[in-house]
């Protein structure tokens, strides 16, 4: 039998053991081609200017994501290999034994090697290929591009840099394979198996003292990081990061030790059954692997947390773009010029462009009254979250409500009523808005000239005037029209800004376009893509469906493709490890289960005694990992708040699916693999 066909025979008796090396393989290929192909699909290269700057952009930090796809899926293969060899190498031996040298044996690994590299490679392209047409889909989705231009593309590109980089981690496999044979003395291989567990489990006094130690920090670091989390700085928070790390790896040190001296206290649960010997199963793997446990405990952290708060990020930029886009364009000018006026100076009358019924209302500027004085004594909060804003002694913007109306009817949202001495005040900025309510609440009373106004309503109206892609609008009060137009007479109201908005006359999305560029000409001096590169008008801004859509499904995607190959491949890594090292285990447990076989124990026994022993060790850091997630998602969401409320929700629902399908895969093959080991 030649050394090929032998190779292949080889495989095709222990292709159950190759099940998570084939599982890390497939993935890790179809991840990097999609990384790499995405620039090269049919709908992508239809994308506007905007989107399509967003996709280069994007399409880098693949790129760069991609090696370190590369490095890991390096490593992943040489762990996997080094199991496979673990797991053979009585095989190995009996080789020698017959006649072989260890060049042959080496050979015949070279062999089996480049088949499992073949079909990994093989199954990988193509479900990348099919993986990349979905997600060509997707990015067309998020940018509203004619899905009927949709070709099936192949990327020649993303596949010659699959095949480089694939070759390279094999051959580097490879290298590993004829040094891990050549160490290995033949008694070695014959007598794998048969050597005494040497990692006996006890509880200790000093496991206790850890475990509580850890404890007690790791409740500090939660503590500080989820429920003060406004106090923390820079330094604080790399301490706490250290104190969490230091604290994560002490407790999987003495949780071992710390298990079993809790469970053999209860004797009615202790010999139950096969819980004995779980028990004393896992906390052997447990103690043996504390560092490693600890490590991708840490990794699972980080993967739930990025999940949680970036699906959380891009979900709630698609859906404000969708909310705050009501109409084609809104248009602001800060220098008491009608932007109606302006237009019309500069060679674009509204008339010509936009449907007739679109609406321009004033926003005046209180000439008496500071915007941080609409707030009371509740601004000292927003000051120290906001230390270097200059805004505070800027005048205090007001509407009169029937502009405000004017503006909600043309939004399609719920106008405001108010009678002569009220105010009330509409704000989309949440930390700005909890301040105004507080001041409301608190009964704050606003001068206006002679009138001295007082609080509608103890919330805040949690609307918009101008449109914009994140609710940022700090806020501005609403008065009655006899107020308004009495302040305007006593000059105690100047017009600060006008705003116009309204729909395009325009009877297709590329008219549109044409118009959004008109618009942002006059403001940047160029396309959408020259943004802050050449400001033109530093007094006019404008917002239009268009343009913040794209932007914002653009920042969603871009945030969602970055959290997914920095999730995915702490996940894959993280799933195989524990695979591997409960394979591992399996194999150190193979005459422990032949006793229990010996003694009576039924195989269904037997199937959960290793079920549960197996569930344990994956379920165990996954557990702890989500409760780090818990306070890192409310660290995340407080420090983000400034800029984006996050609905942390969908986050969690997206992260438990892709959880459950990628962990508990890894999990069941582990088990599977694990039966045949031990031949239950």
């Known amino acids: 039998?030649?050394?090929?066909?032998?190779?292949?025979?080889?495989?095709?008796?222990?292709?159950?053991?190759?099940?998570?090396?084939?599982?890390?393989?497939?993935?890790?290929?179809?991840?990097?081609?999609?990384?790499?192909?995405?620039?090269?699909?049919?709908?992508?290269?239809?994308?506007?200017?905007?989107?399509?700057?967003?996709?280069?952009?994007?399409?880098?930090?693949?790129?760069?994501?991609?090696?370190?796809?590369?490095?890991?899926?390096?490593?992943?293969?040489?762990?996997?290999?080094?199991?496979?060899?673990?797991?053979?190498?009585?095989?190995?031996?009996?080789?020698?034994?017959?006649?072989?040298?260890?060049?042959?044996?080496?050979?015949?690994?070279?062999?089996?090697?480049?088949?499992?590299?073949?079909?990994?490679?093989?199954?990988?392209?193509?479900v990348g290929i099919l993986g990349s047409q979905f997600l060509s889909f997707l990015v067309g989705n998020f940018f509203d591009a004619d899905l009927s231009n949709y070709q099936f593309r192949f990327s020649l590109a993303a596949t010659g840099k699959t095949m480089i980089s694939f070759i390279v981690m094999n051959l580097v496999v490879l290298v590993f394979h004829a040094g891990a044979i050549t160490k290995y003395r033949l008694v070695d291989l014959l007598s794998a198996g048969k050597k005494p567990e040497t990692n006996i489990v006890s509880g200790s006094v000093?496991?206790?003292?850890?475990?509580?130690?850890?404890?007690?920090?790791?409740?500090?670091?939660?503590?500080?990081?989820?429920?003060?989390?406004?106090?923390?700085?820079?330094?604080?928070?790399?301490?706490?990061?250290?104190?969490?790390?230091?604290?994560?790896?002490?407790?999987?040190?003495?949780?071992?030790?710390?298990?079993?001296?809790?469970?053999?206290?209860?004797?009615?649960?202790y010999f139950r059954k096969l819980n004995a010997f779980v028990l004393r199963q896992f906390c052997s793997g447990l103690r043996s692997s504390s560092i490693t446990m600890g490590i991708i405990c840490l990794m699972l952290f980080a993967t739930i947390l990025s999940f949680v708060i970036g699906f959380s990020m891009a979900n709630q930029f698609q859906g404000s773009a969708r909310e705050k886009t009501p109409v084609d364009f809104s248009i602001q000018r800060d220098d008491g010029v009608k932007v109606s006026q302006y237009l019309e100076q500069v060679g674009h009358p509204?008339?010509?462009?936009?449907?007739?019924?679109?609406?321009?209302?004033?926003?005046?500027?209180?000439?008496?009254?500071?915007?941080?004085?609409?707030?009371?004594?509740?601004?000292?909060?927003?000051?120290?979250?906001?230390?270097?804003?200059?805004?505070?002694?800027?005048?205090?913007?007001?509407?009169?409500?029937?502009?405000?109306?004017?503006?909600?009817?043309?939004?399609?949202?719920?106008?405001?009523?108010?009678?002569?001495?009220?105010?009330l005040a509409v704000c989309s900025y949440d930390m700005f808005a909890s301040a105004r309510d507080k001041a409301m609440q608190d009964g704050l009373e606003i001068p206006v000239g002679s009138h001295v106004l007082k609080p509608a309503s103890t919330q805040c109206l949690n609307h918009f005037l101008m449109m914009s892609g994140i609710s940022m609008d700090t806020g501005t009060l609403i008065v009655s029209d006899e107020v308004a137009s009495r302040a305007v007479e006593e000059g105690v109201f100047v017009p600060a800004n006008y705003i116009a908005a309204g729909d395009y006359q325009a009877k297709g999305k590329q008219e549109r376009r044409e118009l959004d560029n008109m618009l942002n000409k006059l403001v940047y001096g160029g396309d959408l893509t020259e943004y802050a590169m050449n400001i033109a008008d530093h007094h006019m801004m404008v917002g239009t469906k268009i343009g913040i859509r794209e932007s914002n499904n653009g920042l969603a995607m871009m945030v969602t493709f970055l959290v997914t190959s920095v999730g995915v491949v702490f996940l894959l890594s993280s799933a195989a490890i524990l695979s591997l090292?409960?394979?591992?285990?399996?194999?150190?447990?193979?005459?422990?289960?032949?006793?229990?076989?010996?003694?009576?124990?039924?195989?269904?026994?037997?199937?959960h005694a290793l079920f549960a022993q197996i569930g344990i060790f994956f379920l165990l850091p996954m557990c702890i990992a989500a409760v780090h997630s818990i306070f890192g998602v409310r660290f995340a969401k407080s420090s983000l708040q400034a800029l984006l409320s996050i609905d942390a929700g969908y986050g969690i629902l997206v992260t438990s699916i892709v959880m459950v399908l990628l962990y508990g895969g890894y999990m069941l093959a582990a088990i599977k693999s694990s039966q045949r080991i031990v031949k239950i």
């Open 1 to 126: 039998m030649n050394t090929w066909k032998l190779a292949f025979t080889n495989m095709k008796k222990s292709v159950s053991d190759y099940v998570v090396y084939f599982i890390t393989l497939i993935l890790g290929v179809a991840i990097f081609y999609i990384f790499n192909a995405i620039g090269d699909q049919a709908l992508v290269n239809d994308l506007t200017d905007s989107g399509y700057e967003v996709i280069k952009m994007m399409t880098s930090l693949l790129t760069g994501a991609s090696i370190g796809v590369a490095f890991v899926l390096g490593f992943l293969i040489i762990y996997a290999n080094n199991f496979l060899i673990r797991r053979r190498k009585k095989e190995f031996g009996i080789y020698l034994l017959l006649g072989m040298g260890k060049r042959q044996v080496s050979k015949i690994l070279f062999c089996e090697t480049v088949i499992a590299g073949l079909i990994s490679l093989g199954i990988g392209l193509c």
């Open 206 to 269: 000093v496991n206790l003292i850890l475990f509580i130690l850890s404890a007690v920090a790791l409740g500090y670091a939660y503590y500080r990081v989820g429920f003060c989390s406004d106090q923390i700085v820079f330094k604080e928070m790399v301490r706490l990061i250290l104190i969490g790390i230091v604290a994560n790896m002490v407790l999987f040190r003495s949780l071992a030790g710390f298990l079993m001296e809790v469970f053999r206290r209860f004797n009615g649960f």
């Open 350 to 423: 509204m008339a010509d462009w936009a449907k007739p019924g679109y609406v321009e209302v004033p926003v005046y500027a209180h000439q008496g009254l500071a915007f941080e004085e609409t707030m009371g004594g509740f601004i000292k909060e927003l000051k120290e979250q906001f230390p270097l804003a200059i805004f505070w002694g800027y005048p205090a913007q007001f509407i009169s409500v029937s502009d405000y109306n004017q503006l909600m009817r043309m939004y399609g949202q719920e106008e405001a009523e108010l009678s002569g001495d009220e105010y």
């Open 581 to 607: 090292k409960a394979l591992s285990e399996s194999i150190d447990s193979q005459g422990r289960y032949d006793v229990l076989k010996k003694l009576g124990c039924g195989k269904e026994t037997l199937h």
